[in-house]
């Protein structure tokens, strides 16, 4: 099993930025796709990036592309999500995920992390 843990999260302004880490455990992620969802207030969850095992591949949702960037070192069994440029409208709950299969659908993704909240103020 792998137990995953967001962390990072927090209060910041329009225009500022925040990293948020995935820490792993339980058992080595490096074999995994690693990805990060958001969930707002009365929406569903939603893609954010993805990462392929090898981090040679990621995959960013247009919303934020060009913002955010993910990127994962392995031999820390961490994942992170870089924020950048933040807007009010980033605000949600941030998921950690992994998943054998590479790809931007909640359902492809078996293992969850408990969510951090992060919120961005005008």
């Known amino acids: 099993q792998v137990q995953l843990v967001e962390s990072g999260g927090g209060l910041v302004q329009a225009g500022d930025s925040l990293r948020l880490s995935c820490a792993a455990s339980g058992r080595s992620v490096s074999n995994l796709a690693m990805a990060w969802f958001r969930q707002a207030p009365g929406k569903e969850r939603e893609f954010v990036g993805a990462?392929?095992?090898?981090?040679?591949?990621?995959k960013i949702a247009d919303p934020v592309k060009g913002r955010f960037t993910i990127s994962r070192d392995n031999a820390k069994n961490t994942v992170y999500l870089q924020m950048n440029a933040m807007k009010p409208e980033d605000t949600a709950v941030y998921y950690c995920?992994?998943?054998?299969?590479?790809?931007?659908?909640?359902?492809?993704?078996?293992?969850w992390g408990q969510g951090t909240q992060v919120t961005v103020s005008l």
């Open positions: 995920a992994g998943s054998t299969r590479y790809g931007s659908v909640p359902t492809a993704y078996a293992y």
């Open positions: 990462i392929r095992w090898n981090g040679g591949i990621t």
